[in-house]
């Protein structure tokens, strides 16, 4: 053929035509300078990374006429019969149209065979990891010990798949992608030679669409060229390589940041229309943000740009989203893009990723608000133990506050009676309605609900006893606020305590839980209300019997006051046999 693709025609002849691989070129070339080559070698990375590039270089430096040396000649008829592919001594084989055993056995027959017409007979198996197991196995032994005068090279893109035995009978060299700058450069290199016309605007979408690739940004950039004919615009390479342009990322960016959702998705609709890949189109807005990043933090390093330009207008674009915003934004992307590779749905991904874009800048401001607040509070601590701390070493703090201290229990102490929240109009509903049997029936038992409680759940009910009581419901006193609180709060508590009383009485009790205190004020209020005053019942002789009623349950519920255990054990024994003593 009288033409040939640039990553044919401009394949890198010498370790110093490659692009990037510094690591790698640096290690193969001392080996070469110091004699220290060995017989197996491992090249894995990426498509389009100079692995087979690097591996018949080392070739010819092996067995150049002018070498061994850091670079091969190649102007001697070793070298350039490698070149070419006639060298009989340097055998490239693809395993993934060879993967049998029977292949690798041929290999393995011919290897004892000394070189012909070089120093070295090297073997290049390429895409090694389609061997079958069988000719891996096969491989293993003449890998470990081949004879002095055969080297092995094999490279892949997918090392984990070659069984560790054979990994770890190699130097294994990981080739790295290529940066953007190292792929223009070379396509720079390779139009000059050509004579082409081009723009560096039109190489940088290239070199960013291929992905450090080189093999892939030649052949888009021999595409480009074909396309363009006289000179390569960017409007052409965008449309060959399927890229969108920095002017649909700058309205798209601009509504965002105004928070017009409506446009942004607008935008987004007419891309896919215009079949831009919904995958494809938030990496590029990821490195879209990426550049606008660079300009605030480094706005010098304009060459680090991959899709915006350092024009005025992008730095002004950056200069209205803030770095946290950017940050949370590309987080959000880059988690998109993540879940698209499950769905097959990935415009949806991409509309709902546009519209949290566009509420980032107000969650970013409630953030800094929140920040703002408590870094007020920190500050406002700070002081305060400052302040302690002063008083401690002066010696004035415990004279000075304790008198204050003991003065303030008493507000402490109705300020923490005040958090509990105390149903009062439920307990005078239960008043009403509360009768002597009632409550009897929960005395009766309580001694053995305490005992079939958990020893947490009982250990919130020592100092705690009904004291009043319907056919529906009855009200809890607790001596100790904190612990009718934690009653109060605890879940499972509040959960299995009325299943274990209707367990054991046949009735779904619905418990209200009261502080003493509040218990005593509310007891107090209800006897007003009602007219039940001692006073007003001995000087009123027309009081309702309705009312006398209420006043001789609320003194029969205060004469059932008594301890449950008491209560029990004067059933079991009888009240002349027990006797009771206070500690």
Known sequence: MSYQAFYRAYRPQSFAEMSGQTHIKQTLQ????????????????PRGTGKTSAAKIFAKALNCENGPDKEPCNKCATCKSITEGSNTDVI???AASNSRVEEIRDIIEKVRFAPSNARYKVYIIDEVHMLSTSAFNALLKTLEEPPAHVVFILATTEPHKIPLTIISRCQRFDFKRITSADIVSRMVEVLTDAGIEYDVNVLKIIAQVAAGGMRDALSMLDQVVSFSGKMMTIEDALLVTGSIGQDVFYQLADALSERDVAQALSSIEKLVEDGKDPVRLTEDFITFYRDLLVLQVAPDQAELLEIATGDERFRELATKFPVETLYKSISILTNTQQEMRFSNHAKVYLETAVIRLAQVPQEAAVGN????????????????????QQQLSQGTFALGTNQGTQQEQPKRTRQKASGVKV????????????????????????????????KSHAALLNDAEPVAASSSAFVLKFKYDIHCQMAMENKTFSTSFPQLISSLTGTMYEVVYVPEESWLKIREEFIRQNGLKKDSIESTQEASSESSEVMELLQGMEEITEDPLIVEAEKLFGKEFVEVHDD
């Open 30 to 45: 001392n080996a070469l300078i110091y004699n220290k080559t060995t017989h197996a070698y491992l090249f894995s990375g």
């Open 369 to 388: 608000a929140n920040s703002a607040e408590l870094e007020k509070k920190v500050q406002l601590l700070e002081g305060q133990l400052q302040q302690l």
């Open 423 to 454: 149903s009062s109009g439920r307990i005078q509903e239960i008043l009403k309605t509360a009768t002597k049997s009632d409550i009897q029936t929960i005395k009766s038992q309580w001694a053995n609900i305490l005992q079939q409680l958990q």
């Open 92 to 94: 490239e084989f693809d």
